[in-house]
């Protein structure tokens, strides 16, 4: 089993910056891809960016050139920079870590979820 624990939410003005950090316990030779998603209230859960074992990230068109996905294995950490916030970017923020399951690699981990309030 994975524990993924979230901090660095909390409340920013538009143009502002934070800085998400997701740690990872437990089970963690079994974490290939390590991710952030978001949901906004009334809305689904969706994809902002993700990283894989060597390093490669995938971002959200949304976010492209505002966040910046990384992670340090030696800590079993993720981090997720933002940058130029937008009231829009406001949600609660959830790490995900991606493990094989049947054959097939599958965010199967999540944390609690960390929010984020951007003020315009």
């Known amino acids: 089993q994975v524990e993924l624990v979230e901090s660095g939410g909390g409340l920013v003005q538009a143009g502002g910056s934070l800085r998400l950090s997701c740690a990872a316990s437990?089970?963690?030779?079994?974490?290939?891809?390590m991710g952030w998603y978001r949901q906004a209230p009334g809305k689904q859960r969706e994809l902002v960016a993700t990283?894989?074992?060597?390093?490669?990230?995938n971002y959200a068109d949304s976010v492209k050139d505002r966040f910046t996905i990384s992670r340090d294995t030696a800590k079993n950490t993720a981090y997720l920079q933002m940058n130029n916030l937008k009231p829009e970017d406001t949600a609660v923020y959830y790490c995900?870590?991606?493990?094989?399951?049947?054959?097939?690699?599958?965010?199967?981990?999540w944390g609690q979820g960390t929010q984020v309030t951007v003020s315009s």
């Open positions: 995900a870590a991606e493990r094989l399951v049947g054959g097939q690699y599958q965010y199967d981990y």
């Open positions: 437990g089970s963690v030779f079994a974490i290939n891809g």
């Open positions: 990283i894989s074992l060597g390093g490669y990230p």
